[in-house]
Every structure is written in structure tokens, then in C-alpha cells.
């Protein structure tokens, strides 16, 4: 078993790194920037995974588009 949940992502590193933990906060360990949980790409599918359409459709198969045709549709 690997431990990659010991790593968080570096925003100045770009990429998942060993970090050090303080007290409310981590810090990378190789180059000292506040580190987070997830990438950007990361969290965007980790809202999409907390997001469910009101219909039963799988994440991925929703439509670019916001549901905005109620704003233009005369109906
Ligand atoms: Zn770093």
C-alpha cells in the first residue's frame, strides 16, 4: 500500500508533494508554499462528484450548457 494521501498538491510546485504539517495549515516540503488538498482539476471533479444532476444521469453525461432555457424561452 503507498501513502499518496500523505501528499498534497503544491501550487507552486505543481504537483502533489510531501508536506509539512502545522497546526491549522500544511506546507510543502520542498519548496515552503501553503500546500493544498487537491489541484484545481482535482477539486472541480470533487464538486462534480458532490453535485447530483436532479436527474439520475452520471457525471460527465450532463450538458455544457447551464439550464438557462427558462430565462429565454417564452414557455
Ligand atoms: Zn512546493
Redesign the pocket.
Known amino acids: 500500500m503507498t501513502y499518496d494521501d500523505e501528499k498534497k498538491w503544491?501550487p507552486?510546485?505543481r504537483r502533489y508533494?510531501k508536506y509539512l504539517q502545522s497546526y491549522n495549515s500544511s506546507y510543502?516540503s520542498?519548496?515552503g508554499?501553503k500546500v493544498l488538498l487537491f489541484n484545481d482539476e482535482d477539486w472541480a471533479k470533487f464538486k462534480k462528484s458532490l453535485q447530483k444532476p436532479d436527474g439520475s444521469a452520471p457525471p460527465g453525461a450532463m450538458p455544457k450548457q447551464p439550464p438557462s432555457d427558462s430565462t429565454t424561452g417564452a414557455r
Open positions: 503544491c507552486k510546485c508533494v510543502c520542498v519548496c508554499e
